[in-house]
């Protein structure tokens, strides 16, 4: 069986997770203060908040995510990688230094810092929540993936356990412990991923044709899956004792032709890895169209698809990077949409921007911002070798790309396996709790105060946070059930649209204008928010995968909006500003 809980693995989750409350119950006793709720007291170690900004951006998606697109899709997976590294560019010489220097607790600080605008308070809150909001489904949505099949537990089960840890962090100590448990979720997540890559080198290429439960395919063997209207599941027409929605069907991937004859190569380096895969052959795996039976029942049949390496390792063979190859202008433009979101989105992100207040100065933010790109650069280059890794191990589940690296541990040994998974899970853990504090502070330091009008106290607006954080965990629990079944990275693409098309255009002239006004501010944040969020849910991808319509019934003519949102924010921004212009005493 690919899936079956694992004591080793239950008692390593429990162990990680105890360390982490510890760490925010003995935080808590520091952050009685607003200052030292949201912000850590300045007094964070600038390698410390380094490591924390990979722990905070490392979610699941790039952890699971990404290691499972480049496992089923090859190369093309690692495009997500580059956008979402190249990002880190605009946020150490653009964002890093003035955003310490201009802010104190939230996003908006930074851009209200010359106007004391209420409407830039209030719309920058609300664009925090939304951003925040869409972030968090993916990782609850993820939190769930993982319990199912490795702790035996139900969908909801685990979300709701990973969002009461969250709002227990977050409540006891805010930034503090968040930082910590970032601190150490980035540091294991990319020492034991850095093991796991040793040990595919070690473990070489190897001909072979089955998986982790010893089944042997033939050449052209297919598998199909039927979920019956009582929700029994049948695979290969057998019954396999798994309810309707969960995985379980017999591990793929494999390597069927080695270079030069050979069956096995050994230890290889890690650039001759490249060098073999790109000679061999891969057995890849295909969905093909469900098929509805009179009774009700559905099937889904999954293909061998024979794929040489070189094929493996070209960019532009995903239908999603097909602009890469393509001559028709709208799918390359919907290439660059995506690229230009992951690019802008990294630096607009509320809950990575509030860690520039959690160091002292702007030299430190600088310094910090360095150690995150260097953290985090290095974890995409394995991500590489994981996501390959577990193509050719024969390791894979076929029905969910977001197991590919657990999988991968499982097929090396039980206690990397316990290791990774609990890794895995405090990877959603620490990315929530980011989420939740950014969405917090918006609220207790932005929303109250100038939408409702109401004047806190430093003690009240921690109290506010804190409520603030038990809800919108109860939100995150609530939306992770609800969208069960959604795909992860689909998700997350949304979170950094919106952010690039509503925050960035506001920041950067904020930071860069002197003519920029708090109207043009405030309706840049509005209208890049809107049309991006209207963008998305009118695009083929949402039309097909949310509403069940046809795609090609799409009002809009490419599904990523970035490279048409991302521009009309620096339009609206310019114009609002130049119309709204003080006037000077005659």
């Not at 609800?482 to 952010?499: C, D, I, P, Q, R």
């Amino acid at each position: 069986m690919i899936y079956e809980a694992s004591p080793m693995a239950v008692i390593v989750f429990g162990l990680f997770v105890a360390v982490t409350l510890a760490i925010s119950f003995y935080m808590g006793r520091k952050a009685k203060s607003s200052a030292g709720y949201f912000a850590a007291h300045g007094q964070i170690p600038w390698f410390v908040n380094g490591v924390a900004f990979a722990g905070d951006y490392l979610s699941a998606a790039s952890f699971l995510g990404i290691c499972g697109m480049i496992a089923f899709h090859g190369y093309d997976g690692f495009l997500y990688s580059i956008g979402y590294l190249a990002g880190w560019i605009v946020a150490l010489f653009v964002i890093a230094e003035p955003m310490k220097r201009l802010g104190k607790f939230t996003f908006a600080d930074a851009l209200d810092a010359r106007f004391g605008s209420p409407a830039i308070k209030i719309s920058a809150g609300i664009s925090t929540l939304v951003v925040s909001i869409f972030y968090l489904i993916p990782q609850m949505v993820g939190a769930g993936v993982l319990v199912t099949p490795l702790l035996g537990l139900e969908h909801w089960q685990g979300v709701t356990i990973v969002g009461t840890v969250v709002i227990l962090i977050v409540v006891t100590a805010g930034m503090v412990s968040t930082t910590w448990v970032q601190f150490l979720k980035g540091g294991l997540l990319v020492i034991f991923s850095l093991v796991l890559v040793v040990m595919i080198l070690q473990r070489g290429f190897e001909v072979k044709k089955g998986g982790l439960d010893g089944h042997e395919f033939a050449e052209g063997e297919v598998q199909t899956r039927t979920e019956m209207p009582d929700g029994t599941v049948l695979v290969n027409g057998e019954p396999k004792g798994v309810k309707k929605g969960e995985p379980e069907m017999h591990p793929v991937g494999w390597i069927s032709q080695l270079p030069n004859g050979q069956t096995k190569t050994g230890p290889v380096g890690p650039l001759e890895f490249f060098r073999i895969l790109q000679e061999s052959e891969v057995v890849l795996w295909s969905k093909s169209a469900s098929v509805v039976a009179e009774d009700g029942s559905k099937t889904t049949t999954f293909t061998q698809k024979p794929t040489p390496g070189s094929q493996v390792l070209r960019p532009g063979e995903h239908p999603r990077f097909q602009g890469i190859r393509s001559d028709k202008a709208i799918d390359k433009l919907n290439f660059l949409s995506l690229m230009l979101a992951l690019f802008c989105g990294t630096a607009s992100l509320p809950h990575i921007l509030i860690r520039y207040y959690t160091v002292k100065d702007g030299a430190a933010a600088r310094k910090s911002t360095i150690v995150g790109i260097a953290t985090i650069g290095f974890f995409y280059v394995l991500t590489l070798y994981l996501g390959l890794g577990a193509m050719t191990s024969g390791a894979m589940d076929v029905t969910s790309s977001n197991m590919a690296a657990p999988l991968l541990a499982r097929s090396m040994n039980e206690p990397l396996f316990a290791i990774i998974s609990a890794i895995a899970f405090t990877t959603v853990l620490g990315t929530v709790s980011g989420l939740i504090l950014a969405s917090a502070g918006a609220i207790a330091h932005d929303l109250v105060t100038h939408l409702a009008h109401v004047d806190l106290t430093e003690q009240q607006q921690v109290r506010v946070a804190k409520i603030s954080s038990v809800v919108i965990g109860t939100i995150a629990i609530a939306l992770g059930i609800l969208f069960k079944g959604m795909n992860v990275s689909y998700l997350v693409g949304w979170a950094f649209s919106v952010a690039a098309s509503a925050n960035l255009p506001a920041l950067v002239m904020t930071l860069f204008w002197k003519r920029v006004t708090a109207t043009g501010i405030s309706m840049a944040i509005v209208v890049g928010m809107i049309s991006s969020l209207a963008w998305i849910l009118l695009s083929a991808d949402s039309f097909e995968k949310i509403y069940g319509l046809p795609p090609e019934n799409a009002l809009v003519p490419f599904s990523q909006p970035g490279i048409v949102t991302i521009p009309l924010g620096f339009l609206v921004v310019v114009v609002v500003s130049l119309m709204t212009q003080p006037r000077t005493a005659s």
